[in-house]
T-cell receptor
């Protein structure tokens, strides 16, 4: 069965630090990849997605992610975090012909001013 | 425009009771999904509707769980004989019709179910 691993469970950074959150998945076929974010008290919302093409994907709020097929990875990055980036971040994957999302366990990011 | 709405926002019930959780998707979205999120975990897929029919119910944990979407819009997740292990946040999401899995799923605020 497909699975998604997020190895960083809790990350604490100061403002302006760089961020990289790891995500690895287990499925070997065609996949669609997503990062979702949940700000405190808010719904899950999409940060960015990868379906095909350029493996470097840019999302909202200055986030980007790189799909490395050989490593089954889709790591999320941001060069300079802000206090407002404090949230929980979820990596998710679905197979190329299905709609159900398989989520990782999430990474809680705390950014201090 | 209006997003996905879920009612109630919180539900406390006693072990063994029956509960219904409601989801109103975004207007025009034909796909509707239910997920369950336990503390410290990511959302876990339960069931997916395309129109009125359940296209994939492989995530339902057992036959105490059932979901319907009779008119292709509002959906109700029904849980019979609730157990303490059913306590979780139940999330609903909707998306445009898709056979490729490439449309964004828009999530609701969730219903927090507590079984005492």
């Amino acid at each position: 069965a497909q699975s998604v691993s997020q190895h960083n469970h809790h990350v604490i950074l100061s403002e302006a630090a760089s961020l990289e959150l790891g995500c690895n998945y287990s499925y070997g076929g065609t996949v669609n990849l997503f990062w979702y974010v949940q700000y405190p008290g808010q719904h899950l919302q999409l940060l960015l997605k990868y379906f095909s093409g350029d493996p470097l994907v840019k999302g909202i709020k200055g986030f980007e992610a790189e799909f490395i097929k050989s490593k089954f990875s889709f790591n999320l990055r941001k060069p300079s975090v802000q206090w407002s980036d404090t949230a929980e971040y979820f990596c998710a994957v679905n197979e190329g012909n299905t709609d159900k999302l398989i989520f990782g366990t999430g990474t809680r990011l705390q950014v201090f001013p | 425009g209006a997003g996905v709405s879920q009612t109630p926002s919180n539900k406390v019930t006693e072990k063994g009771k029956y509960v219904e959780l409601r989801c109103d998707p975004i207007s025009g979205h034909t796909a509707l999904y239910w997920y369950r999120q336990s503390l410290g975990q990511g959302p876990e897929f339960l069931i997916y509707f395309q129109g009125t029919g359940a296209a994939d119910d492989s995530g339902l944990p057992n036959d105490r769980f059932f979901a319907v979407r009779p008119e292709g819009s509002v959906s109700t997740l029904k849980i019979q004989r609730t157990e303490r292990g059913d306590s979780a946040v139940y999330l609903c999401a909707s998306s445009l019709d898709s056979a490729t899995g490439q449309y964004e799923q828009y999530f609701g605020p969730g219903t927090r179910l507590t079984v005492t």
